[in-house]
């Protein structure tokens, strides 16, 4: 299955809570959740509804750190079999797995307003890291690498924009960026401490577990 191209904010009703795909907006009173609550669809606001199968929570689940991520289902599902054979907590390793895309640690620091802008700003080969071109949003860092703004995107529109709205976001503690705005270093490895505290990754490997 494809990338959904249709309106993201249906995804955050669907799952009740905000995933963040919106950037700036979903900080403001527009945000989809804030104006609207119910779920999308002509019968979500009232009625009976069945009670949810344990598949389909932790179907949700899954959609739910996919959608907020941005991994396709087959990048999904390859990463979690990563992170089941690597020793230690699966959860814990596909969390940081996910934490440690390129275009998440792109979104962190600052240098894209959302997720989704974070990954067209890797694809049009605008970072680096350590010094070389990166245009693959999936890739995994790791400690001690540096992402930085190309010297000549830094003369774009694009970066002056963002640039003027650094430091409006905190940056976690993983994570450090520079004083002018153009790079980040990975300090290290993030913690459980570190994580979005609404994914519930006990669903997602019983979910994986069943299939």
Known sequence: MGRYTGPVCRQCRAHGQKLFLKGERCFTPRCAIERRKSAP???????????????????KEKQKARWMYGPLERQFARIFGIASKTPGN????????????????????????????????ISHGHLQVNGKDVDIPSFIVKAG???????????????????????????PRWLSLSSDGTSAQVATLPEPSDFDSTIDTRLIIEHYSKR
């Open 90 to 121: 699966t959860g814990t390793m596909l969390m940081q797995l996910l934490e440690r895309r390129l275009d998440n640690v792109a979104y962190r620091v600052g240098f894209g307003e959302s997720r989704k802008k974070a990954r067209q700003l």
């Open 41 to 59: 669809g002509q019968h979500s606001a009232g009625g009976r509804r069945r009670r949810p199968s344990d598949y389909s929570v932790h179907l």
């Open 145 to 171: 690498d540096k992402v930085a703004w190309k010297e000549t995107s830094r003369k774009t529109e694009l970066f002056k924009v963002l640039q003027a709205n650094a430091g409006k976001r905190s940056v």
